[in-house]
């Protein structure tokens, strides 16, 4: 998939949003991608997963033994890419502020790992989750990701990083807002809302 017919997925399913957006990271944007609404209809999650998973090496798809994404966002695009692959898909969470294995699902030691998220922008989250999954005794060997939202801070994940599209909106911080961002309230989108 080209970069157009990526984001033409995105705009078919309402998931571009434009407005005033306070993200996660707690900078501003004008605008917003919504992958929840993307991947809400399972024809197009499955075409954006293959997508994704025909951009990683070869080696690096042979080599996965499990597939893990951090809950929520990374849920579903995380069980999609589990198919596109044919391998297995467990998710970790946070329900007490730190990521952990829960619901049954273990990593065996030595298990090589492909984590996969929805949208990455600091890569906080990210590095958490593989923190959650090496003190399991999985290997993580690589990342994957429906967007990078980077805006090409060349984040360190301390493994490869493969997007499938890098959406560089511009972000904003709180005290150095364009007047017409400025001038309206921010809505707090996606799983960190209150």
Same mark, same amino acid.
């Given at each position: 998939?080209?970069?157009?017919?990526?984001?033409?997925?995105?705009?078919?399913?309402?998931?571009?949003?434009?407005?005033?957006?306070?993200?996660?990271?707690?900078?501003?944007?004008?605008?917003?991608?919504?992958?929840?609404?993307?991947?809400?209809?399972?024809?197009?999650?499955?075409?954006?997963?293959?997508?994704?998973?025909?951009? $990683?090496? @070869?080696?690096?798809?042979? &080599?996965?033994?499990?597939? %893990?994404?951090?809950?929520?966002?990374? #849920?579903?695009? *995380?069980?999609?890419?589990?198919?596109?692959?044919?391998?297995?898909?467990?998710?970790?969470?946070?329900?007490?502020?730190?990521?952990? $294995?829960? @619901?049954?699902?273990?990593? &065996?030691?030595?298990?090589? %790992?492909?984590?996969?998220?929805?949208? #990455?922008?600091? *890569?906080?989250?990210?590095?958490?989750?593989?923190?959650?999954?090496?003190?399991?005794?999985?290997?993580?060997?690589?990342?994957?990701? $429906?967007?990078?939202?980077?805006?090409?801070?060349?984040?360190?994940?301390?493994?490869?990083?493969?997007?499938? #599209?890098?959406?560089?909106?511009?972000?904003?911080?709180?005290?150095?807002?364009?007047?017409?961002?400025?001038?309206?309230?921010?809505?707090?989108?996606?799983?960190?809302?209150?």
């Amino acid at each position: 998939m080209t970069d157009d017919e990526i984001l033409a997925e995105f705009r078919a399913a309402d998931a571009l949003l434009q407005g005033h957006f306070l993200l996660s990271s707690g900078r501003h944007s004008e605008y917003y991608l919504q992958c929840a609404r993307v991947l809400m209809n399972s024809e197009r999650a499955g075409r954006l997963a293959s997508a994704l998973a025909a951009k $990683l090496p @070869r080696e690096l798809r042979q &080599a996965t033994d499990l597939v %893990v994404s951090p809950a929520m966002g990374g #849920v579903i695009i *995380g069980h999609e890419m589990g198919r596109a692959l044919g391998k297995p898909a467990i998710f970790v969470e946070r329900p007490t502020g730190t990521f952990e $294995l829960r @619901r049954g699902f273990a990593i &065996a030691p030595g298990t090589k %790992v492909l984590m996969v998220e929805d949208v #990455v922008t600091t *890569g906080l989250s990210s590095r958490e989750a593989m923190e959650a999954v090496r003190a399991a005794g999985g290997e993580v060997l690589a990342e994957a990701a $429906l967007v990078d939202r980077s805006a090409g801070s060349n984040i360190d994940l301390g493994v490869p990083f493969y997007p499938l #599209v890098a959406i560089n909106f511009p972000t904003y911080a709180a005290d150095d807002l364009p007047p017409e961002l400025a001038e309206t309230p921010a809505i707090k989108p996606g799983s960190r809302a209150n």
